[in-house]
Each structure stands twice: as C-alpha cells, then as structure tokens.
C-alpha cells in the first residue's frame, strides 16, 4: 500500500481571536467563578508571542506532530549555522560549517518555533572541541538513513 508523502509545507488560516476564545471559554464548566480571566490569561499573552496557533489547533483536536524522535541522527542544512559571534567569528564559521552531518537529537517540544533541539560539537580553539546544544526548525533537518542489517557479526578474543 502506497503511504502518503511528507510535504513539509504550511498554510496560514485567518480566523478571529474573538472565536478562538469563545472555543476556550466553552471548553471550562459553566460554574467556574473565573472562567473568563482564565480564557483572558491565556489568549492574550500566546496572542502577543504569536503562539495563539496552538490553542487553535488544540480546541480542533491538530496536534503538531513531527517526524523526527530523540535519539536519531540527522543532517541539518547549513543555513542553522549563520548566526554571528563577533569574538571568534572565523572559527566558528568554520566549525559550523563541518558540523552539519550526523547531529543527535536530544529533545523536542512540538509547542516552539523551533522545535527539535540538536547536540552539535562546537570548536573553542584549534583541536579543542565541546558540545552544545541548540533548538533549531525542524524543516532544516533531514534523517540520515540507517545502514541496513547484514546479519551477525561474531568476535573472537583475539579479534577484541
């Protein structure tokens, strides 16, 4: 059976703030002495971080699924790695730019912008390298597709 392709794509739907939190207020009981300030104290800041998306999706039952789990490997395109740092720019830009190809992912929050954050090595100085971690946009990266199994490989002692 042919599976669906992946378009990585979104759309931007208009629809009134006022609708979205009359949803909300529906969603709390109706004896709930507060239940307006608790609809107000929510929408009006995700309305001002440009988060209001989420609630939306929510109250329609979409949820911001991605296809990437902690733990897997993947490339990242080398458009992640522009950001400026003044005080050792020539080594950083450097360092980014060999860095983009096998990146773990530590963790993801399906709520952010950015939402898979990767283990990258950072170079400090010629041959001392650390590791940091950064969230990034999940459309920037690629898996890295595993080797196929060949079968098992047995060692001896001797081999070890």
């Known amino acids: 059976m042919k599976t669906l392709k992946h378009f990585n794509k979104t ?8 609708s979205i939190a009359q949803r909300l207020l529906e969603t709390i009981k109706e004896d709930e002495k507060h239940k307006v300030n608790i609809v107000e104290s929510i929408i009006s800041p995700l309305l001002h971080s440009g988060k209001l ?18 733990g897997e490997f993947v490339k990242v395109d080398s458009k992640f ?28 929050d399906i709520y952010q ?9 950072y170079r400090i100085k010629d041959n001392v390298i650390e590791y940091k971690t950064n969230f990034i946009n ?23």
């Open 81 to 108: 790695y522009t950001y400026v740092d003044e005080h050792n720019k020539e080594l950083v830009d450097q360092a980014y730019r060999q860095f983009t190809h096998g990146l773990e992912i530590v963790d993801i």
């Open 11 to 18: 759309i931007t739907v208009e629809v009134s703030v006022d």
């Open 53 to 70: 998306t989420y609630i939306y999706n929510a109250l329609n039952g979409y949820t911001n699924e991605i296809n990437f789990v902690v």
């Open 138 to 160: 999940h459309n920037n990266c690629s898996k890295i597709p595993l080797p196929k199994k060949v079968g098992k490989i047995e060692l001896d002692n001797d081999a070890l």
């Open 113 to 121: 912008t950015n939402k898979v954050e990767i283990k990258y090595p």
